[in-house]
T-cell receptor, first 110, second 112 residues
Framework: QKEVEQNSGPLSVPEGAIASLNCTYS??????FFWYRQYSGKSPELIMF????GDKEDGRFTAQLNKASQYVSLLIRDSQPSDSATYLC??????????FGAGTTVTVRA | DVKVTQSSRYLVKRTGEKVFLECVQD?????MFWYRQDPGLGLRLIYF???????EKGDIPEGYSVSREKKERFSLILESASTNQTSMYLC???????????FGPGTRLTVT
């Protein structure tokens, strides 16, 4: 079983809609959770992190964490074509290492 | 802003060559990481370092070694490159208080 699992997609949404990305993890001791965005041919860039159960909002992005269900999600509201990218979920397992999911590719249709 | 730089964006090497990939960060971060990224496999940790001259193996260290002689610089070494090491290599860093990793632009290595 992979430590961090994401639906690979592609997830196609119309412009202006909400994109919903899901991530599950296997290590119950995980404490820190991250969402990275990666444009084609570029390196990942951090867009959100969340440490506590509940929701965390930053602009059009909302991260949701449910440690009991070992589930973290990312919502992108009012999706724009510039949001088309691969989104990586990452989980802090121990020390400073992160475990990454394989990523979900999002395409926003104009 | 955190800046992480890598020595090359694209590199082509022959099988059996010794390859050096360098990474430099300018934020005085303690921790530095080397990953490779392959389609469908995501990011896999090769090695990381939490201090000068300190290193720990990640998930896929075989065929690689690392060097950290200065705090800002972390080098990945392929002792004898093989075609299955063709990949995108990403360096990242973070300070000792946080877990948010900041990535360099990546080096796309092709071994022929």
């Amino acid at each position: 079983q992979k430590e961090v699992e994401q639906n690979s997609g592609p997830l196609s949404v119309p412009e202006g809609a909400i994109a919903s990305l899901n991530c599950t993890y296997s290590d119950r001791g995980s404490q820190s959770f991250f969402w990275y965005r990666q444009y084609s041919g570029k390196s990942p860039e951090l867009i959100m992190f969340i440490y506590s159960n509940g929701d965390k909002e930053d602009g059009r992005f909302t991260a949701q964490l449910n440690k009991a269900s070992q589930y973290v999600s990312l919502l992108i509201r009012d999706s724009q074509p510039s949001d088309s990218a691969t989104y990586l979920c990452a989980v802090n397992a121990n020390d400073y290492k992160l475990s990454f999911g394989a990523g979900t590719t999002v395409t926003v249709r104009a | 802003d955190v800046k992480v730089t890598q020595s090359s964006r694209y590199l082509v090497k022959r099988t059996g060559e010794k390859v050096f990939l360098e990474c430099v960060q300018d934020m005085d971060h303690e921790n530095m990481f080397w990953y490779r990224q392959d389609p469908g496999l995501g990011l896999r940790l090769i090695y990381f370092s939490y201090d000068v001259k300190m290193k720990e193996k990640g998930d896929i260290p075989e065929g690689y070694s690392v060097s950290r002689e200065k705090k800002e610089r972390f080098s990945l070494i392929l002792e004898s490159a093989s075609t299955n090491q063709t990949s995108m290599y990403l360096c990242a860093s973070t300070n000792h208080q946080g877990y948010e990793q900041y990535f360099g632009p990546g080096t796309r290595l092709t071994v022929t």
